[in-house]
T-cell receptor
Framework: KQEVTQIPAALSVPEGENLVLNCSFT??????LQWFRQDPGKGLTSLLL?????REQTSGRLNASLDKSSGRSTLYIAASQPGDSATYLC??????????????FGKGTKLSVIP | NAGVTQTPKFQVLKTGQSMTLQCAQD?????MYWYRQDPGMGLRLIYY???????DKGEVPNGYNVSRLNKREFSLRLESAAPSQTSVYFC??????????FGEGSRLTVL
């Protein structure tokens, strides 16, 4: 059974700092990996989707990398801003076949960017 | 752009009452999902529908039923609500690329 871990559970950084959020998974046979942002009381917003054949994706100040062999993904946030404060979750989808429609979510990293 | 729309956003029920959560997506996605999110438990899949006309159980299906009414709509029904079903419920959908899009959530309290 796939397990997804995000460490640390919470992170506090000063504004302007570059930071890295980590996501690890136990089964490297994945279809894709997706990073989400969740603001308090809100739904999940998709940030980046990395297919299994890709090594990274970029959107603005965000860069996500994928290393299937080591079972790891990182989300890099450049020049952090107070508006980046939210909980960040990663989710892994298995390859087509049994259970492939079920994503496995990490429990998230709660990021606070201090002005 | 509406994306995934859920109704109602808030609901309070008494134990034993029934209700249906509605979900609709306008992205022409084949697959739709219902999740619940609880503190310390993360997101857990209740049911999913890989395509119109099919539904399958997820990780925590007990106490729930679903209907894939058409390609756009996927509803979740609680036949006899229990306090353990107090949660935030999210509907989501994916297209062929596999990117998951979520609704804003429905906050349910069962007294």
């Amino acid at each position: 059974k796939q397990e997804v871990t995000q460490i640390p559970a919470a992170l506090s950084v000063p504004e302007g700092e570059n930071l890295v959020l980590n996501c690890s998974f136990t089964d490297s046979a994945i279809y894709n990996l997706q990073w989400f942002r969740q603001d308090p009381g809100k739904g999940l917003t998709s940030l980046l989707l990395i297919q299994s054949s890709q090594r990274e994706q970029t959107s603005g100040r965000l860069n996500a990398s994928l290393d299937k062999s080591s079972g790891r993904s990182t989300l890099y946030i450049a020049a952090s801003q107070p508006g980046d404060s939210a909980t960040y979750l990663c989710a892994v989808r298995g390859r087509p076949g049994a259970g492939s429609y079920q994503l496995t979510f990490g429990k998230g990293t709660k990021l606070s960017v201090i002005p | 752009n509406a994306g995934v729309t859920q109704t109602p956003k808030f609901q309070v029920l008494k134990t034993g009452q029934s209700m249906t959560l509605q979900c609709a997506q306008d992205m022409n996605h084949n697959s739709m999902y219902w999740y619940r999110q609880d503190p310390g438990m993360g997101l857990r899949l209740i049911y999913y529908s890989a395509s119109e006309g099919t539904t399958d159980k997820g990780e925590v299906p007990n106490g729930y039923n679903v209907s894939r009414l058409n390609k756009r709509e996927f509803s979740l029904r609680l036949e006899s609500a229990a306090p353990s079903q107090t949660s935030v419920y999210f509907c989501a959908s994916t297209g062929w690329v596999g990117e998951l899009f979520f609704g804003e959530g429905s906050r349910l309290t069962v007294l």
